[in-house]
């Protein structure tokens, strides 16, 4: 069996904050008939993919903040979604604010196959930013307010992806930038992340150290890290532009196992970039470099799971043998 | 108390089967003459750094190979090392081979105080290729044979070097491809961390699937992920050119907490990069992103400790809800 899949990232450009979601889901299908007509067989959409990115937005009582969040997929917003899925056979990666019915809110990505039921989800762990409102910040970041930290760990899945099966998993946005996240998918022999997120061009939290310029350079940096160092492709797929005056930086890319990039959105508006992805280069690095049976070392990694903050080191001075 | 500190990695070309250690060390001392002219306070060697890479070598019998490893630091051929650190006030970083009082064998770095004291001193935990002769290779790459996985974890030592002080750290070639090792590191507050590497511009493990222009992408890539994940500077340091046949690729980097490459050696020779380095950059990715405190999930990463090598995912079909 060929293990080719054309695989699409679609980029999507802002969502302002007035806009309702039929006006994104409006889009959203839009990029999947074009997918479709180039013949890509998975969509990959951003984080929080319905909706501005709200957690800029300071709200004291999240009970009036419901209306950011699903409840159920597909709902009456999003069932064009599922139906574009079955229409042209293409499986989707969606990003949203999930509540649950027990009240409890996340910030959830879904692979939805075409048959429009949901192969695998994954809810974000690393969630940036604060909780409260801070009066330092020029723009709240507030996600630790309006989620919960992800219940559901790092599942991966192999599930049928286009022609062929594929071992999937998922990232959320920052999720990419530490390599637990990604090594916890790769001890499941993932093949395909699909990772979403929405990435201001400024970090407002940096008080004027970071150079704005590395920004996408972190961005792109930790994806092909991730993707050479646990031999997986990656589709990393932003919100771009500027919405509600706060700008996205876009980026959007599909790398392969050798962290090289194949494909990139120039862009900052809804935009669909395309790969064909051999997921049989999944297998080199784990045979060679990469052979985690071989190499791997836990007993040496201890502290990555026996301690969540450093440590200060002890001091060594001259005389002190 | 400023926090700068002029690093240099100082890049070695080949050494030859046949050549002595008074030939390295020589060479190794007019770096340190250049070094200290230049205003650099610390000077990081490569990976076995005083004689070829031999590994490459199969011997049936390690006995007959205890010409390869040392057994006491200084000892009168490393002494010109000692002496001239002394004599010039830097510090220095050396790889080497060590064959421990009770006849263990490990890939060894050590960093030597202007005293001539050994400040911190790491044993190689991620050692690549095999343990016995393999007719498939053209290049045999033995270091499993010639040494056990180190017993020492990742020390962190906070240390005088140059006129601050610094968290030094060191990793060793292909430990900087696991982002298990930078982030023990990290986990212990690192600031500089010391890398020497012996890496071969072919893979001979490859069999002809990796494209051999990714092989300085790849060494490169790990280098600046782990630093900019970490917050740290890091000099990973060559041995180059054609050894005994055999080319190593070079190629040398100094890195900031950005990720960025600050210097990089271009030569396939001794050749010898400076960087200033300002210590206080590291705080940034501490405060911010990268504060552990806040946004690390250890208990998400429970397979990273807890199993070795991958494990398939369970397989989800259509229907299966």
Not at 76 to 92: M, N, S, V
Not at 154 to 172: K, Y
Not at 279 to 292: K, Q, S
């Amino acid at each position: 069996m060929s293990r080719r899949l054309t695989l699409a990232a679609a980029q999507l450009g802002p969502i302002q904050k007035a806009e309702g979601r039929e006006v994104a889901v409006g889009r959203m299908v839009r990029l999947m008939e074009t997918a479709h007509r180039r013949g890509a067989e998975v969509v990959v959409f951003p984080e929080l993919a319905l909706t501005t990115f709200f957690p800029r937005w300071y709200e004291e009582d999240l009970a009036n903040a419901d209306h950011w969040y699903e409840t159920t997929l597909p709902s009456p917003a999003t069932a064009p979604l599922f139906a574009a899925a079955r229409r042209y056979g293409i499986g989707f990666h969606l990003g949203y604010a999930e509540k649950t019915p027990d009240g409890r809110r996340f910030n959830t990505a879904a692979y939805v196959h075409p048959s429009g039921e949901v192969a695998l989800k994954y809810r974000k762990v690393h969630l940036p930013g604060h909780s409260e409102f801070d009066p330092q910040r020029r723009v709240q970041h507030l996600e630790k307010r309006y989620f919960e930290v992800g219940d559901l760990g790092f599942p991966v899945v192999r599930a049928p992806v286009g022609g062929t099966e594929a071992n999937i998993g998922m990232l959320i946005c920052n999720d990419r930038r530490w390599p637990e996240a990604w090594r916890m998918l790769g001890l499941q022999q993932v093949e395909l992340v699909m990772l979403g997120y929405n990435t201001p061009s400024l970090n407002m939290e940096n008080r004027g150290f970071e150079a704005h310029h590395l920004r996408v350079f972190h961005s792109h940096l930790s994806v092909q890290a991730g993707c050479y160092q646990n031999a997986c492709f990656a589709a990393a797929v932003a919100k771009a532009g500027t919405e509600d005056g706060h700008e996205l930086f876009g980026h959007s890319i599909i790398v392969n196992p050798q962290g090289e990039i194949m494909a990139q959105a120039t862009s900052w508006g809804d935009e669909l970039i395309l790969a064909d992805c051999d997921l049989g280069m999944c297998e080199l690095g784990r045979r060679t470099i990469f052979d985690f049976a071989r190499h791997r070392r836990p007993e040496a990694y201890g502290r990555i799971t026996g301690q969540t903050s450093s440590a200060a080191p002890p001091r060594w001075t001259p005389g002190q043998g």
